[in-house]
């Protein structure tokens, strides 16, 4: 199923106009273009105000998230056959030329000439008789003399290799090859061009997660049981309509595998009182709620009062009752919101390194130098979470990312300073693991989940005990 396909018709208003999968991903990579929009939202609202069928909606969303994705690559090939730099292209056409291109050299069931034709149509409508002439010469060339041979090759320069062909951002492919040897960097990197399976998490305070591979059955959905988060089925085709449907019964929250093992890493318990700080949009905080059974209390906290409505309407759905959204800053906590907790839960704001699969546009929009600042800010908060915990008590800390600074290094800091709190063996997440490696990490207090290696999200999970004489 395609990932941004899950709003076929929404609420669309009455001046919605019909328009075919190549017009709307022009307008979803325009909007990301010029407004900086971020992907999955501009497509939303394109496929909202517009008329599409659910198969050019699917359609549009490869299109337009592939060509953003691939961007460098497109580049690399399209400059060859054009006499000036790509900036300086009529307005629309570089987009045009993109996912026109990305059709004819990833998308096998599409005919080349339908890739070829269909941008020539769209580029006379927005650029008149001779740009759609250009368009068709560009990429009738690319495709005579080789498309995809034309990039640059493994053996010949790595790092051109991942930045080009692989389409990532040079500074992030220099840190790979520092961090990992080439192997392990170009299955990262493979990995983040990989269509993203959405997973979802079983809402076992209603159904098991039996019943519910049983209902998704019946509504004619595929999908299959995650080999690590015992409530998570991961998607692989179906109705979007007949998915929202059934997610609309307060069955399922949408939650990515790792993200769903954060919380069998705190391991909350009924009637115990825990704090979740940077909690929106309510995953982490819902979860937390069900394996308590429904019974305790969970602060969930946001410095973004917009956000706390998410978290609000993610409990309602589920019908949970223990989630308080509260206005809070990971900084500067009020004690009083509260009290000790017996459990807290940071996932601090990160590089987000880990989830570039799901998100198209996400590789062009970090930035290396944000990197040191975003580490200094989750240790920080770290400290600061740190003090609303009762001795005796649990802290977990998460990321999205796969950098040492933001995570492994984080805690060493956090423990170099803080005598009183110590990593403690994940128990909770034993039984989900079976590579020895990762067993010894588990014992040893945290885990740093792979795409490449446990193909699901990049997810850093530490845990943190305090001392009962804190």
Request: net charge positive.
């Amino acid at each position: 199923m395609g990932k941004g396909s899950s709003r076929e018709t929404g609420n669309r208003p009455r001046s919605a106009k019909p328009v075919n999968a190549r017009q709307a991903a022009l307008l979803v990579m325009r909007k990301v273009e010029r407004e900086g929009a971020y992907a999955n939202i501009a497509l939303n609202q394109t496929l909202r105000e517009n008329v599409l069928s659910p198969q050019d909606a699917r359609l549009a969303a490869q299109i337009a998230y592939g060509a953003i994705r691939m961007q460098n690559a497109l580049d690399y090939i399209l400059q060859r056959f054009l006499s000036k730099p790509l900036e300086q292209l009529p307005d629309y056409i570089l987009p045009v030329l993109r996912l026109s291109l990305y059709q004819l050299l990833y998308l096998d069931k599409i005919p080349p000439s339908a890739a070829v034709n269909e941008g020539v149509t769209l580029a006379k409508k927005y650029g008149g008789q001779k740009i759609g002439n250009l368009v068709n010469a560009v990429l009738r060339q690319a495709q005579r003399q080789g498309g995809l041979a034309l990039l640059p090759r493994r053996e010949e320069d790595f790092v051109e290799y991942l930045t080009v062909t692989l389409s990532h951002p040079r500074w992030l492919v220099q840190r790979l090859t520092r961090l990992w040897p080439a192997e392990e960097a170009e299955a990262f990197c493979r990995c983040d061009n990989a269509n993203h399976q959405v997973a979802i998490r079983c809402n076992t305070l209603r159904i098991s997660r039996e019943e519910l591979f049983r209902r998704l059955q019946e509504a004619g959905i595929e999908g299959e049981a995650s080999p690590y988060a015992p409530e998570s089925v991961v998607i692989r085709d179906g109705s979007a309509a007949a998915l929202q449907s059934l997610r609309q019964e307060g069955l399922f929250a949408v939650q990515g595998e790792a993200s769903a093992l954060v919380a069998h890493a705190l391991a909350p318990r009924p009637q115990m009182q825990v704090l979740d700080m940077c909690a929106a949009p309510g995953g982490k905080s819902t979860h937390m709620a069900a394996l308590m059974q429904n019974r305790g209390r969970i602060c969930a906290c946001d410095i973004r009062p917009h956000k706390l409505k998410l978290i609000e309407d993610a409990a309602a759905l589920l019908g949970i009752t223990i989630v308080q959204p509260v206005l809070a800053d990971a900084l500067r906590i009020d004690g009083r919101v509260l009290g000790m907790a017996d459990g807290a839960l940071l996932d601090a704001p990160c590089s987000g390194l880990g989830v570039l699969a799901a998100r198209a546009d996400a590789r062009w929009r970090k930035r290396e130098e944000d990197i040191p600042r975003l580490a200094e800010q989750g240790l920080a908060m770290l400290f600061s979470v740190a003090d609303q915990v009762r001795p005796g008590g649990r802290l977990c800390f998460s990321t999205c990312t796969v950098t040492d600074e933001e995570n492994i290094e984080n805690v060493r800091k956090f423990l170099a300073r803080r005598e009183d709190f110590r990593l403690t063996p994940i128990w909770g997440l034993r039984r989900m693991f079976h590579d020895p490696q990762d067993l010894r990490s588990l014992e040893q207090g945290y885990i740093q989940l792979l795409p490449h290696k446990h193909h699901t999200d990049g997810f850093f999970i530490a845990l943190l005990q305090r001392n009962d004489h804190a």
